[in-house]
Every structure is written in structure tokens, then in C-alpha cells.
């Protein structure tokens, strides 16, 4: 073919589309497409061989012929000085995951561009990938003189695929040599701590933190970072250290005032929180994010005016007017203002808390009964809402409930395992309502598909185990369950009643009493009491189990365990 006739071919390529559809790079990502102009510097001399060569792998990745075109790239690149060939063959290479192949790429690219920092996080990643501490310390090692500025950036990114390979020690362990050769470097330093922290050493990593800032004594990002660690070991005083030492280095940095504002809440230094919100506002007096954390801190101290004035800031501001209309809900409904509580939550009508505000309306009409309120206002989220179909059916599941509708109930909570299969919190619910419907034996599978994943589930244990008390005779096993529960929490009133009542349900009467009256001490609730009169009787003691019931029906004459106690016992007027 005449040499003019396969360039004119090379040419009419080179705006083609002939790459891989997929990426050839370290995640397999799709890369961008160039022809071959744009990877061929005009300037660059090439002959003949070199032509087809790169025609030959122009057309092998219009075919999808991936192995044919790396041997193309791979040989072109070898043949002239443009890097960009080599560069290719690499990528290429990487999307194959031809490791061999690859480091004969890259070790043309580096020879063509030895600074070219690509080239080098790719030699650097294959290192680490098959452990070879040298080419590693080598390839990192020239990053860091080439790059000292983004050195710690770039491998910081570079980390992150590490991690997923599994190389994370190994990676620490090949800073540490470098650490060595270069150790005026506080980058390196910093990269250790971040992998430590990764590898769950926190000491180790607050030790190389504390050498990079050695080094770099003003470095925010390493103060940040230490300040993180010792949030994570639970050392807030040292955190509030750190930060506040950041802080007076760079009092206009907007991260750190919120760092050390939410080390300052969750220390419970409320005052320090306060003056340092009001240091905020003294500078910028409308700044919604800070007057909003400074009313949640004002309510944190049932500060109620302080919070509500604070809130009544933000409702002029669209973006904070929802969840400040939100949380005025909430301080009336802790001050027993329900129809106040209730204006607010149903002005919430978008954004974030939209959803939070109906669901606490609806919390707050069903604890009122307004059961056809609730109903009314379940349908519309229905349609408002659908991203949220399992937290709505877990409310309608509830709403029936309480109007006695317990199959609508069971059959909504069926939809939602159809839905969520494994969810904790709607098998429980479930074996609740199953139970009412004496489908004990879809209470028991529920209760154990809880208790399979987390065998301590102290609800799980203690309903499964109550229920087995109280609609079986399979005290043995019931005891199992429930002796789990009082070991896990033994100062629960639920947990020490069913204790108290599988006792009673074995004859141990005295024993029995005692539990029992340990639970209603703490909760005098209407079912404990009926569990407390029902052994007084059947120990003798009629006249106190008398005054017991007496004395709960009068407070409660609708109670549905008075009523079967009273049912029971006091019928024909014993």
C-alpha cells in the first residue's frame, strides 16, 4: 500500500470513535473516547509499520477485539516518542486486567514520561497490588519529588481502591520506608494516620497525626482530623482542644466553628455552644444554620421562650421555615398544646420535614383516638408520599389496630414484609397483631426470624416467651426466652412482669408476687396490676387483691386485663 494512501486512511480514522465502550482505567470505569489524531502528536515522525500498527488497533477496537488492539498500541508505542500511545496501551490494559501486559505499557510510558503522575499512581496501584515493595516505594517515592503538593491528595484518592483490594497494611507499611527517606514530609504522616484510622488503629493513627502536625503545626486538615480522632475514642475534651486551638487560627472558617459547635453539644457544654453561636451571629446576625442550632440547644435546656423566639427568626426564611415550623410543633405538643402543636406540624407542607411533621400529626391525633383524622390524613400521605410505602402501611397497620381492625392490620403489615421481608421492626409488629388474631404460629415464625439475626432482641425474647406463658403451657420453653431477657435487662418492669408471671404460671406463687410487685412499683400499668390481684387470689388473699383491682378499675373501667380479671373472678360477686 502506498505510504500516502495509509495515511490518508490513518487520517479519515481519527475522528472515529474506536476505544472501548468501557473504560480502561483502575475502576473499569468508561474513559473518553479520542481518535487517533488526538493521541498522535502532529510533529511526531512515524513510518510506515507504525501506521498500520496503529490502523490495525484503530480497527480492532471498532470490533471489540480488545487483545488485538493492546498488542497494536503496545507495539506502536514502543516505536515512537509520543506517550500517549503507551498511555493507551495502559488503559487498555487495565480494563483487560492483563497485569503483564500492562506493566510493559507503563514501563514504556515512563520511560517516554518519566513525570507524567498518571503514569506513575497506575505503576504505584500494580505495586501495591502485588506486593512489590520496591516498585511501590520507587513509584511513590517519585510522586512525592514530582507532585509534593498534591502527594497527599493523590494518594489519599489512590486509597480508597486500595482499601478495596485489601492493600491498606500494605500501603501503611511502604509509607513507613518512605517516612524514612523523607521524613521532613508531613503529607506522608497524614496518609498513615488516615490508613490507621482505616485499619481501626486509632492510637496509631492520633500518633502520626500528631507527627504530621509536628511538622505542619497550622495544618487545619491535620488539626480537623485529630480532632475527629479523638471524637471517635470518645475524648471530647481533647477534641474541643484541638478544634479550638484550629479555630483561632482561621476564625472565619465556617467547618471548623461547626465542628467544635457540635463537640461543644455533644459534651453538653451548652453555655461554650451558646457563646459561640452568639460569636457567629455577632458577625452575621440572620445566619440561619447557627440559629437554628442554637434553638435546638436552647431546647436541649427547656429554654422554651429563648428556643421559640430563636425559631421565629427563621420562618421568614423559605429554605428554614419547615423545619422551624417543625420543631415550634414540637415545643407545644412538651407543653401539652396539642391543637397549637398540631397548626404547626400542618404547616409544614414541603421540603425535608415535610413527612416528620404529618407523621408527629398523626402520632398526635392517634394518641387523641381521632382515629377517622387519622385515616383521612394516612390516605393523602399515601399519595404524597410514596418513596415512604413501608413507614405508611407500618401507620396504618397501627391505625387499625387501635380500632380493634386487627385483620386489616395483619394483612397491611403482610404487604409490607412483601416489601421488606427481613425488616425487624414490621415482624414484630406482625407477631403483635397475630397474636390478637390467635395465629400463634405466625407470631412464633416472625418472633424467631428476629431472634435468628439478633438472638439478644430483649422484645423479641419477651414477647415470644410471654406469649408462650400466657397462651401455652410450654413453660419450659418459655422459660428459656424469658430468662435470656431478665438477664439482658433486669430492672425492665415488661420483662420482670412476664418473668413474675411465668413463675405464677409454674405454682411458684410467693416467688411470682414478689417480681410482680417489683414491676408495678416501677410501672403501675393496668395489666401488671390484674397479674399482682390474680395470684393475691389464688394464694387466699381476696380482700388485697380486691382493693388492688379496685382501686385500678376506678381509674380505668375500660381496661381490657381489669375487665377479664373482673370477668374471671368477680362475675357472681366472690
Not at 453555655?271 to 459561640?276: C, G, T
Not at 417489683?518 to 400499668?525: D, F, N, T
Request: aromatic letters at 8%; hydrophobic letters at 45%.
Amino acid at each position: 500500500m502506498n505510504k500516502w494512501i495509509a495515511t490518508a486512511i490513518v487520517l479519515s480514522l481519527a475522528g472515529c470513535a474506536v476505544a472501548p465502550e468501557k473504560e480502561a482505567t483502575v475502576e473499569g470505569r468508561p474513559a473518553k473516547v479520542d481518535g487517533l489524531e488526538s493521541r498522535v502528536n502532529r510533529n511526531t515522525v512515524i513510518d510506515e509499520e507504525v501506521l498500520y500498527l496503529l490502523m490495525a488497533a484503530e480497527l480492532a477496537g471498532q470490533r471489540n477485539q480488545y487483545d488485538l488492539a493492546m498488542d497494536a498500541y503496545l507495539q506502536a508505542a514502543k516505536r515512537v516518542d509520543d506517550p500517549r500511545i503507551a498511555e493507551r496501551a495502559v488503559k487498555i490494559g487495565l480494563f483487560l486486567k492483563d497485569e503483564t501486559r500492562t506493566r510493559e505499557a507503563l514501563t514504556v510510558w515512563l520511560s517516554k514520561d518519566g513525570k507524567n503522575l498518571a503514569a506513575r499512581k497506575f505503576a504505584a496501584l500494580l505495586a501495591i497490588k502485588n506486593s512489590d515493595r520496591k516498585a511501590a516505594l520507587d513509584n511513590l517515592d517519585a510522586m512525592l519529588v514530582d507532585d509534593p503538593a498534591g502527594f497527599e491528595a493523590g494518594l489519599l484518592e489512590m486509597s480508597k481502591l486500595l482499601e478495596k483490594e485489601g492493600r491498606t497494611q500494605f500501603t501503611y507499611d511502604v509509607l513507613d520506608e518512605l517516612a524514612q527517606m523523607r521524613p521532613a514530609h508531613a503529607g506522608i504522616f497524614f496518609v498513615q494516620a488516615v490508613l490507621a484510622s482505616v485499619l481501626q488503629q486509632n492510637e496509631l493513627a492520633q500518633q502520626k497525626i500528631s507527627q504530621a502536625l509536628l511538622l505542619e503545626p497550622d495544618w487545619n486538615k491535620a488539626v480537623i482530623f485529630q480532632a475527629q480522632l479523638a471524637g471517635r475514642a470518645g475524648d471530647l475534651v481533647k477534641a474541643r482542644e484541638y478544634l479550638e486551638k484550629a479555630v483561632k487560627q482561621a476564625p472565619n472558617d465556617k467547618q471548623l466553628r461547626k465542628m467544635l459547635l457540635e463537640v461543644l453539644v455533644s459534651n453538653r457544654d451548652y453555655d461554650d455552644a451558646i457563646k459561640l453561636c452568639q460569636s457567629v451571629l455577632d458577625d452575621k446576625p440572620d445566619d440561619p444554620e447557627t440559629l437554628f442550632t442554637l434553638a435546638l440547644i436552647h431546647m436541649q435546656q427547656n429554654q422554651v421562650d429563648k428556643a421559640e423566639n430563636t425559631l421565629e427568626k427563621l420562618l421568614s426564611n423559605p429554605e428554614w421555615e419547615g423545619q422551624a415550623s417543625f420543631y415550634l410543633g414540637k415545643i407545644e405538643l412538651d407543653q401539652q398544646r396539642p391543637e397549637k402543636a398540631l397548626a404547626w406540624f400542618d404547616r409544614v407542607e414541603e421540603g425535608n420535614y415535610a413527612f416528620d411533621a404529618d407523621m408527629a400529626a398523626v402520632s398526635l391525633l392517634m394518641g387523641q383516638k381521632r382515629l377517622d383524622d387519622v385515616e383521612a390524613r394516612v390516605k393523602r400521605m399515601e399519595v404524597k408520599y410514596p418513596e415512604q410505602r413501608l413507614r405508611i402501611l407500618m401507620v396504618k397497620a397501627e391505625l387499625y389496630n387501635q380500632s380493634g381492625r386487627y385483620q386489616e392490620a395483619f394483612d397491611a403489615l403482610s404487604l409490607a414484609l412483601k416489601e421488606a421481608p427481613e425488616n425487624r421492626d414490621v415482624l414484630y409488629a406482625r407477631a403483635l397483631v397475630a397474636e390478637r388474631l390467635d395465629k400463634l404460629d405466625v407470631l412464633e415464625a416472625d418472633l424467631l426470624k428476629i431472634l435468628e439475626k439478633k438472638p439478644d432482641d430483649v422484645a423479641a425474647l419477651n414477647a415470644l416467651g410471654y406469649t408462650l406463658v400466657d397462651r401455652t403451657q410450654r413453660y419450659d420453653e418459655a422459660a428459656k426466652y424469658l430468662g435470656k431477657a431478665i438477664e439482658l435487662q433486669p430492672d425492665e418492669p415488661v420483662i420482670v412482669d412476664s418473668y413474675g408471671w411465668l413463675l405464677y404460671k409454674q405454682g411458684k406463687l410467693a416467688l411470682a408476687l414478689e417480681y410482680l410487685r417489683k414491676a408495678y412499683e416501677k410501672q403501675p400499668e393496668n395489666e401488671i396490676a390484674a397479674h399482682i390481684a390474680e395470684v393475691l387470689w389464688e394464694m387466699g388473699d381476696k380482700k388485697q387483691a380486691r382493693e388492688l383491682f379496685d382501686a385500678a378499675f376506678k381509674k380505668s373501667p375500660d381496661d381490657e386485663y381489669l375487665l377479664e380479671f373482673k370477668k374471671r373472678f368477680l362475675q357472681n360477686g366472690q
